[in-house]
């Protein structure tokens, strides 16, 4: 069992930058897919960004692509989403997530979830 914490979120400006953690525990996550997901309100939970076992590739949606930078501490067992530029349409709860195999974009690909972070961007 991996347990999943994220923290980081809050509220910020149009423009304005925040790192996400998702500190780990049970397990480590070295031999892990790692991804990051969010729900918007009154929307499916979507793929955000997705990083391989020992951060070798990284995988990002367009809409983030650019603003958006994953990365992995194996060592530290966490998981990082840096945030810059954003907008209010990336206002959503932030969610971190475990997998094994190949590298999916969808939330099938991933067996542990934590609680979530919610991020609001105002304009």
């Known amino acids: 069992q991996v347990q999943l914490v994220e923290s980081g979120g809050g509220l910020v400006q149009a423009g304005g930058s925040l790192r996400l953690s998702c500190a780990a525990s049970g397990r480590t996550i070295s031999t892990y897919n790692m991804g990051w997901f969010r729900q918007a309100p009154g929307k499916e939970r979507a793929f955000v960004s997705a990083?391989?076992?020992?951060?070798?590739?990284?995988y990002y949606a367009d809409s983030v692509k650019g603003r958006f930078t994953i990365s992995r501490d194996n060592a530290k067992n966490t998981l990082y989403l840096q945030l810059n530029s954003l907008t209010p349409d990336d206002t959503a709860v932030y969610y971190c997530a475990a997998g094994q195999g190949v590298v999916r974009f969808s939330r099938a690909g991933y067996d542990y979830w934590g609680q979530g972070t919610p991020v609001t961007v105002s304009s």
């Open positions: 990083i391989t076992p020992i951060g070798e590739r990284t």
